[in-house]
């Protein structure tokens, strides 16, 4: 016992049989536990029982080794996989990367990944791997898999064993000079949506738990895929968004709940002439003029505290230059996906040189009204339709004679100001 013990510590992987004299039930228990593949008394021993015992024992430890290296072959399988799957690469290079580990790990003479296309109801062969890739020929040669997605949609897997004669693949010539005789469809289903499938085509028969050890990484793969799809389908919609934002003049900005800037387009540098960079991360209302500070406060508390949804004010923006610009402000509330205040959006229009027209119109328009002197106008008719002050007070001191002056024969047509 002492030997088995020690030779068992020491790496021992050859089966070992105990034969002993001693037919204690006891010690059978101890030499099993201490590793013997078999417990035999002397006394009893014969020949066929000695030959099966060293039969058996031989067969157990090959079925336990071939076991242990199934599992460890499935487990780096999967590692191999999930590494594939955990990286920041593009599609294409992760499935690249799958075909290569379904290739080597499952003794396929050729993997391929699949995506799918519900527009066109079609699957599309992403990746390629595996000792027959250099074979496959030309891509105006017959597909090797012509598979309907309505037959796989369910997410069953189909082991064929018999590929000769199969409608299913093609290119029945290329079966036959390679020598392939057997497929493994995997389909990659995600919410009971088909986005994809994996296979693998084999010189020898397979059997079913192949299966079994594909599916088991065909969630994470599916999963991959649809994520990167979204994330391709965001990044063009991104691309799209941000190409408006930046070329548009009104200046797009984010606020977070404390009211500092989080986005800010380049217009923002045109209007103000900070760059956008800087001033990510500073406090919105260091750019407000003095004046107008408090009224925006105000307002910004009263959106991120809900009392409004929306609004929209005239405010004044102090430059780079040190000068003053006015901007229409319309600011709105941003919450997140589970509906908490995030901060607020919205944008700035630079009307500046509408509000310099406007108090130049004032001006303009109060000039005959303080004038010293009497303003009048008439309609094309004659009718007098604006009198200033000075000239209604004239009028007073006139009793009416100086409509006459302005009205008298021969000048009905005159239009225009006096």
Request: net charge neutral; charged share 25%; hydrophobic share 40%.
């Amino acid at each position: 016992m002492e030997l088995l013990k020690a030779a068992m510590d020491r790496g021992c992987q050859s089966p070992v049989i105990l034969l002993t004299g001693a037919g204690e039930h006891e010690i059978d228990l101890q030499a099993m536990k201490a590793g013997a593949a078999d417990y035999l008394v002397k006394a009893e021993l014969q020949a066929k029982s000695l030959e099966r015992s060293i039969r058996y024992a031989v067969q157990r430890k090959r079925a336990t080794m071939l076991a242990a290296f199934e599992q460890a072959r499935l487990a780096a399988f999967g590692a191999e996989i999930g590494l594939a799957l955990t990286r920041t690469d593009s599609l294409d290079a992760i499935l690249d990367r799958s075909a290569r580990a379904m290739s080597q790990y499952l003794s396929a003479g050729l993997a391929q990944i699949f995506t799918y296309d519900p527009r066109k109801k079609s699957l599309d062969v992403r990746a390629s791997a595996g000792p027959l890739v250099e074979t496959i020929g030309a891509p105006e040669d017959p597909p090797l898999l012509d598979l309907d997605p309505e037959i796989i949609k369910d997410g069953k897997s189909l082991v064929l064993k018999h590929l000769s004669g199969d409608g299913r693949f093609p290119n029945q010539q290329w079966l036959q000079a390679q020598g392939v005789v057997a497929c493994v469809v995997c389909p990659l289903v995600m919410e009971e949506k088909l986005v994809g499938l994996m296979a693998i085509f084999t010189h020898h028969p397979v059997a079913d738990q192949i299966s079994l050890e594909m599916g088991s990484v065909a969630n994470g793969l599916a999963l991959c895929i649809e994520r990167k799809r979204s994330e391709e389908a965001l990044g063009v919609s991104e691309v799209k968004y941000r190409s408006v934002v930046e070329s548009i003049k009104e200046v797009i900005f984010q606020l977070d709940e404390f009211g500092n800037w989080t986005f800010l387009n380049p217009a923002w540098t045109a209007v103000t002439g900070f760059e956008v960079k800087p001033t990510l991360g500073t406090f919105f209302l260091e750019y407000v003029c003095q004046e107008d500070r408090e009224h925006n406060q105000d307002i910004f508390l009263k959106l991120v505290e809900r009392r409004l949804d929306f609004c929209r004010h005239e405010t004044r923006f102090l430059t780079k230059n040190g000068k003053v610009r006015w901007v229409e402000m319309y600011s709105q509330l941003a919450t997140d996906n589970e509906g908490a205040t995030s901060g607020i959006t919205g944008s700035l229009t630079d009307i500046t040189e509408r509000k310099l027209a406007e108090t130049q119109i004032q001006k303009l328009a109060a000039f005959p009204r303080v004038n010293p002197n009497p303003v009048l106008e008439f309609s094309t008719e004659g009718t007098l339709t604006y009198a200033n002050d000075a000239a209604r007070e004239l009028a007073k001191r006139s009793a009416g004679r100086i409509c006459q002056r302005f009205c008298r024969p021969g000048r009905e047509n005159w239009r225009g100001k006096v």
